[in-house]
């Protein structure tokens, strides 16, 4: 008997050990942006309300860690996570927001039933932003350091637990 | 009613399928002449009939839409045409694994009626195989995907389909694809019954043979029509797109089309025997492997199938059971047969085992590129494997293969030598020669369309060359269907060449009475208007599109919005020239008073459809010219039986 017959065996049965294990995985669709640890493309967005300024990516290479936050008005997760954007915010973390193919007017109605947890708004008409950091949905929070560099992702709307954790990478991304 | 019927059905089906897999298995200990031995074949063709009836009510609770049966309230809708509503009872989960064990329990009927070429027992150990794999489907079907039940309440409407899926290109995609891959299923079967008697002959060969070709010419017209439906109904422009849902349609064509040809080799010369039985394992193992990829959702596909991990988990539990304890029963026997007949390395023999090689490494370099980043997962690494790998890697393989086959034909079988056919050689490299060349100085091409041009032509040329010298007339049918089917492959990727070699594409902002420029069309968007239909509005844009000084076409791509459910499709529109295709998609509003247009001219891209149509010819010619020179052994040896049987009372 030769040990060749056999290979097609255990070709086939390593395969059934890999599918099973991945079929026992639980399913992560989730896309993690390739720009973590990368410097933030250049770009110019104008205001997307009357009374906050735009975003300019130098403007994030001042020394200071600060929060990007990717959402829009009409993104109903966005709502449920206002609060927690105003407790980051009282715990001293700067927002800067992008707001995703959105109106003024939307923008400024969001923000006076919601409140405002932003310091500037950037209006991305077309997700160039969004796609050229690697967001791939609203809303999504970035942390970038003070050298206007990425070091974090966090998909999805910000929930109470994980807010502590998102405080905790501003932290380290400050030393 | 009609839907208890149906169920009762199913259910005496399986237990027919038991007695199926007892029958042979107790044959095979106690010698074919027991009873229970004589019940196997009666078992197989009534099992055939009743799981016809059980897909039957299936379709009738379809076409009067039994809001009862929670299927059809889950896929269906009153408002829908017929044809959909019929099309319906496969477009899911449940129905589609019916129609499985119904083409499944038909070719086995077929099977137990007609087959008495074989040795009694590999017959009965090849039912027995073909009841076993045939149980676990039902097993499948009545356990954990009942397509009849019934809801305690009656929904009040359907919730309709998939709307991409209305459509009749798609309404017939499946089941080809279905009948392909139960073909592939009876080549097994006879592979397991081989293998447990140890009796691969010739004989073998011939019986599964024809089976092997009606599943070829299944899968090859299921992925025809699949990459045609995906060119025109999702907008992309593109027909294939390496996607794991179309790989699992295509490595079963591929180990298929080995098997074909070594199949061949050992009807015809009684070589091969073992890797003829490994293909036939093979071949089955990437439908079911295939069926795996898409029904579990383990790897992420544009393709949307109901995705549920538990049905994976049952689907990889029969796929261990079917394929493991096959290829167990190969590692234990196949030692044990001899090698075949020898033969030389020039020869026909030769050549056909060069192609297996090489379609066995084209299978390998797909199947590692679907389960790649399967396996990179596994690590917690994403990846996505499309054209960057496929079609380069590919091209390794596929440029030698097809070398082989411009050649492999002319050799004579055994031992035969390049000296004979050297004018037929220099013809065929002469050609290969000046293509390159002649493309290279008036296009400035990338390397692999100029490679697929110059091979295209070549092998167009060569694959009548088997012909010469002949006389027309007498050439037999399935050399006909070889020329044809070797041509249709010449023909398709002169197409997918001419397809990367010489598209263009235009994105265009037009308002209405604009006009655009692609390849040697000129494009005026005239107006932008609604249109209703049965289930659907859409924005149409009706244009008037301009061959070079020719007559205007006018046209009108639709953005259609569906909704039951709500869902957004585009309806392109193709308008072909004998030397090319016009393929206009109709964009959204920019917000400006300007529509936005894709448009693309696409030089000779209908030969990739029309190569895979020739290539099923050729396999239906070829399965017309085998069957026919069974019948006609078959009625020989009869004669001649009858024959002694004279003499000896005589």
Redesign the interface.
């Known amino acids: 008997?030769?040990w060749r017959?056999?290979l097609?065996?255990m070709v086939?049965?390593g395969?059934?050990g890999?599918?099973?294990?991945?079929?026992s995985?639980p399913?992560d669709?989730e896309?993690?942006s390739a720009m973590v640890g990368k410097e933030l493309p250049y770009f110019t967005l104008p205001p997307a309300s009357l009374d906050l300024p735009g975003v300019d990516s130098r403007y994030f290479a001042d020394g200071k860690p600060k929060l990007l936050n990717i959402w829009a008005s009409w993104c109903l997760p966005c709502i449920a996570e206002a609060p927690q954007l105003e407790q980051l915010k009282e715990e001293g973390a700067e927002i800067v927001g992008v707001a995703i193919r959105d109106k003024p007017t939307d923008v400024m109605r969001f923000l006076s039933q919601h409140g405002n947890p932003y310091t500037r708004i950037g209006r991305d008409d077309l997700s160039e932003v969004q796609l050229g950091i690697g967001s791939s949905g609203v809303p999504e929070t970035f942390v970038i350091d003070g050298n206007g560099i990425i070091t974090y992702q966090h998909i999805g709307d910000i929930r109470p637990e994980n807010v502590p954790v998102l405080l905790e990478e501003l932290r380290k991304a400050g030393q | 009613m009609i839907a208890e019927i149906g169920l009762a059905a199913l259910w005496l089906a399986a237990a027919l399928a038991v007695l199926q897999l007892l029958g042979g298995v107790l044959a095979l200990r106690g010698g074919t002449t027991s009873d229970i031995a004589a019940l196997t074949r009666p078992a197989a063709i009534l099992q055939g009939g009743l799981v016809a009836v059980s897909f039957a009510a299936l379709l009738y609770v379809f076409a009067i839409t039994d809001l009862s049966v929670k299927l059809v309230a889950m896929n269906s809708h009153t408002l829908k045409p017929l044809i959909f509503k019929l099309s319906g009872a496969w477009g899911n989960h449940e129905g589609s694994m019916l129609l499985w064990v119904t083409v499944m329990a038909l070719a086995g009927a077929l099977i137990a009626g007609i087959e008495r070429r074989l040795p009694e027992k590999t017959m009965q150990a090849t039912l027995a195989a073909q009841g076993f794999v045939a149980l676990g489907f039902y097993a499948f079907l009545l356990l954990s995907s009942n397509p009849f039940e019934r809801l305690a309440q009656p929904a009040a409407e359907g919730l309709g389909l998939n709307p991409l899926l209305q459509d009749i290109g798609l309404a017939l995609h499946p089941p080809t694809l279905y009948f392909g891959y139960v073909g592939l299923s009876v080549a097994f079967s006879f592979a397991v019954g081989a293998l447990v008697t140890k009796q691969v002959t010739p004989a073998f060969a011939r019986a599964m043979r024809p089976w092997i070709l009606g599943a070829w010419v299944f899968l090859t017209l299921g992925i025809t029509a699949g990459s045609y439906w995906a060119y025109y109904e999702l907008g992309w422009g593109g027909y294939w797109f390496w996607d794991p849902v179309e790989n699992a349609s295509l490595m079963p064509w591929l180990a298929a089309t080995a098997l074909l040809h070594s199949a061949s080799v050992l009807a015809s010369r009684d070589a091969l025997r073992v890797w003829t039985i490994?293909l036939g394992?093979?071949a089955f193992?990437m439908s079911m492997l295939g069926t795996?990829l898409v029904r579990?959702?383990?790897l992420?596909s544009v393709h949307a199938f109901a995705v549920d991990?538990e049905r994976?988990?049952f689907i990889?539990f029969l796929?261990?059971l079917y394929?493991?304890g096959a290829?167990?029963l190969?590692?234990?026997r196949?030692?044990a047969i001899s090698e075949g007949e020898r033969f030389s390395v020039a020869s026909r023999e030769g050549a056909l085992v060069v192609n297996n090689v090489m379609l066995s490494a084209i299978l390998a370099v797909v199947l590692l590129g679907t389960?790649y980043p399967?396996?990179t997962?596994?690590f917690d690494v994403?990846v996505s494997v499309g054209p960057p790998y496929f079609n380069p890697v590919g091209a390794v393989f596929t440029f030698p293969m097809l070398a082989v086959m411009a050649v492999g034909p002319l050799l004579r079988w055994r031992k035969d030598g390049f000296g004979r056919i050297t004018k037929e050689l220099a013809l065929v490299g002469a050609v290969l020669l000046s293509g390159p060349i002649l493309f290279a100085l008036l296009f400035g091409m990338a390397i692999l369309p100029l490679l697929g041009l110059s091979f295209a032509i070549a092998l167009a040329v060569a694959s009548f060359l088997p012909l010469k010298g002949r006389k027309l007339r007498r050439v037999p049918v399935e050399t006909w269907g070889m020329v044809i089917a070797h041509f249709g492959i010449a023909v398709a990727l002169f197409g997918m060449a001419s397809e990367s070699a010489f598209s263009t594409e235009k994105l265009a902002a037009l308002e209405e009475g604009g006009t655009t420029q692609v390849g040697p069309w000129s494009v005026q968007l005239q107006k932008v208007e609604p249109v209703a239909g049965p289930n659907w509005t859409a924005l149409a844009g009706r244009m008037t599109a301009t061959y070079r000084d020719g007559e205007p076409v006018e046209i009108a791509p639709q953005s259609r919005n569906f909704w039951a459910p709500p869902q957004q499709t585009t309806e392109s529109v193709l308008v072909t020239r004998w030397n090319g295709q016009l393929y206009a998609v109709m964009g959204s509003d920019a917000n400006d008073g300007r529509w936005q247009l894709r448009l693309w001219w696409k030089p000779f891209v209908t030969l990739i459809w029309y190569g895979g149509l020739l290539i099923a010819l050729g396999g239906v010619l070829a399965l017309v010219g085998r069957v026919q020179k069974d019948l006609k052994r078959r009625y020989v040896t009869r004669r001649a039986a009858e024959r002694r049987v004279d003499m000896e009372n005589g």
């Open positions: 008997m030769s017959l056999w097609p065996f086939f049965f395969f059934l890999l599918a099973a294990y991945q079929l995985q399913k669709d896309i993690r | 490994m394992v093979v193992s795996f579990s959702g383990i992420t991990p994976g988990s990889l796929l261990a394929i493991g290829l167990l190969f590692a234990l196949a030692g389960l399967l396996l997962e596994a994403r």
